[in-house]
């Protein structure tokens, strides 16, 4: 691969100094590459996945089960992108089966961006099983993430989520909205 200055030392986008492996709520967007619509497609205000957005959902799903500090709260799989809550939790386990979990996983937590990692590696992997694409990109390099500071602000994002889909067609991820640079129009 030929040196490229510009994709090669990006500025970091995350807070510097803060450690995204503490305990605390996180909002991430992850979005398909070129922001292409292949999740599925929002009828009547409700998303409606196909097979591709089934396997991200599931693979998303398997995060929380996977590993024992991961909480999902509220999240959406959208035509080409995934919104989601995702807490890190201090509790080390309930009871014998997520110590067991615990032992069995690692003895360090990842931090968000591996975890985030961890998802479209699976995801991707599965996806690409299904069309025949063996390490072909389906997620967009990176994502975005908030830290949930407060109440007011989980809750604010809680129903940015859960309304998304309602919100579709206005939403800047949408292929036709004007500030989509991968707008084809």
Same mark, same amino acid.
């Given at each position: 691969?030929?040196?490229?200055?510009?994709?090669?030392?990006?500025?970091?986008?995350?807070?510097?100094?803060?450690?995204?492996?503490?305990?605390?709520?996180?909002? &991430?967007?992850?979005?398909?590459?070129?922001?292409?619509?292949? +999740?599925?497609?929002? &009828?009547?205000?409700?998303?409606? +996945?196909?097979?591709?957005?089934?396997?991200?959902?599931?693979?998303?799903?398997? $995060?929380?089960?996977?590993?024992?500090?991961?909480?999902?709260? #509220?999240?959406?799989?959208?035509?080409?992108? $995934?919104?989601?809550?995702? &807490? $890190?939790?201090?509790?080390?386990?309930?009871?014998?089966?997520? +110590? #067991?979990?615990?032992? +069995? #996983?690692?003895?360090?937590?990842?931090?968000?961006?591996?975890? &985030?990692?961890?998802?479209?590696?699976?995801?991707?992997?599965?996806?690409?099983?299904?069309?025949? #694409?063996?390490?072909?990109?389906?997620?967009?390099?990176?994502?975005?993430?908030?830290?949930?500071?407060?109440?007011?602000? $989980?809750?604010?994002?809680?129903?940015?989520?859960?309304?998304?889909?309602?919100?579709?067609?206005?939403?800047?991820?949408?292929?036709?909205?004007?500030?989509?640079?991968?707008?084809?129009?």
């Amino acid at each position: 691969m030929k040196y490229d200055a510009a994709r090669h030392h990006r500025r970091s986008i995350r807070l510097k100094g803060y450690d995204y492996a503490q305990a605390g709520a996180y909002f &991430v967007t992850i979005c398909v590459q070129g922001r292409e619509c292949v +999740l599925g497609k929002v &009828v009547d205000g409700q998303m409606r +996945l196909n097979d591709w957005g089934r396997v991200a959902e599931e693979c998303w799903m398997w $995060l929380g089960d996977q590993y024992p500090y991961v909480v999902l709260d #509220t999240w959406a799989v959208m035509p080409n992108h $995934l919104h989601g809550i995702i &807490v $890190l939790d201090d509790r080390k386990g309930d009871s014998r089966i997520a +110590l #067991t979990r615990i032992a +069995l #996983t690692t003895d360090k937590r990842k931090p968000l961006g591996r975890l &985030v990692g961890v998802f479209k590696t699976v995801s991707t992997k599965r996806i690409n099983e299904m069309r025949g #694409t063996p390490g072909a990109v389906f997620w967009q390099r990176n994502y975005w993430e908030h830290v949930i500071r407060n109440d007011a602000d $989980l809750a604010r994002i809680r129903a940015y989520i859960q309304n998304n889909p309602a919100r579709w067609t206005g939403d800047q991820l949408h292929p036709d909205a004007p500030s989509n640079k991968y707008n084809r129009g």
